[in-house]
């Protein structure tokens, strides 16, 4: 069974559904260990009541960014995983980790991508009007958020929408999205093909996730 290191940084919650989809056999991996950069992630707690093995990495015990990431590998590496699933984990890494975890390093980013990189996504999605947000899993590459996409959740824009409420709606697709990622990987099927991921045939038809579904949308 391949395993997967999870890095953190605060509440933990897309850490959680995927140890749910875990406990639950959805998604057939060995969770080594959740590592934090910040002591007081929340996340933590999370992880230790299940007793995933957790490690803190404080970045502000390091001078710089290369020492910190150099600090991550080492933590990371003493694990050996298959794969490194960045779970809200809030610190630009360096080319030099992005590379050392080459197609096995995976994060989830809340907009669909390339629309919104970087922070405050929720809140740009309703000053540019858009009709359609989401979230994104993506293979990690030196250029931030991007890099190879595997699945992405379409969520509608409503009247009357805030950042809480629409935040609150894509994250709930985070949840479904992130552990299908990671069982795609666990059971071989994502190919990466000239810089994009193909998901093997069978699988190909949920790498969109609407919601509401279009079908639940139609009336009568
Ligand atoms: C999520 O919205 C994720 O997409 C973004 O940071 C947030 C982390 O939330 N990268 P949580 O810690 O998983 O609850």
Redesign the pocket.
């Known amino acids: 069974m391949k395993s997967i290191v999870i890095l953190?940084?605060?509440?933990?919650?897309?850490?959680e559904s995927l140890l749910d989809a875990v406990a639950s056999g959805a998604v057939p991996v060995r969770v080594a260990a959740v590592l934090s950069n910040r002591p007081d992630a929340k996340?933590l707690d999370i992880a230790a009541a299940r007793d995933v093995p957790t490690r803190v990495i404080d970045h502000k015990q390091y001078a710089s960014r290369e020492a910190f990431d150099a600090a991550m590998v080492e933590a990371i590496d003493a694990f050996a995983p298959d794969l490194v699933v960045?779970?809200?984990?809030?610190r630009i890494l360096t080319d030099g980790f992005v590379c050392h975890y080459e197609g096995r390093l995976m994060?989830?980013?809340?907009s669909l991508l390339p629309s919104f990189p970087g922070l405050h996504t929720h809140q740009r999605a309703l000053e540019e009007g858009v009709r359609i947000h989401g979230?994104t899993v993506h293979f990690v590459t030196p250029a931030l958020d991007h890099g190879p996409i595997i699945v992405q959740a379409a969520v509608p824009v409503l009247d009357g929408d805030d950042e809480d409420a629409l935040?609150a709606r894509?994250?709930a697709q985070?949840h479904r999205v992130y552990p299908l990622a990671v069982r795609w990987f666990a059971e071989g099927c994502l190919r990466l093909i000239g810089g994009r991921v193909a998901v093997d045939a069978e699988q190909g038809g949920e790498s969109l996730l609407i919601s509401p579904a279009v079908g639940a949308a139609r009336p009568g």
């Open positions: 953190i940084s605060g509440r933990g919650s897309n850490m996340g960045l779970a809200g984990f809030m994060n989830i980013h809340p979230c935040a894509v994250l985070e």
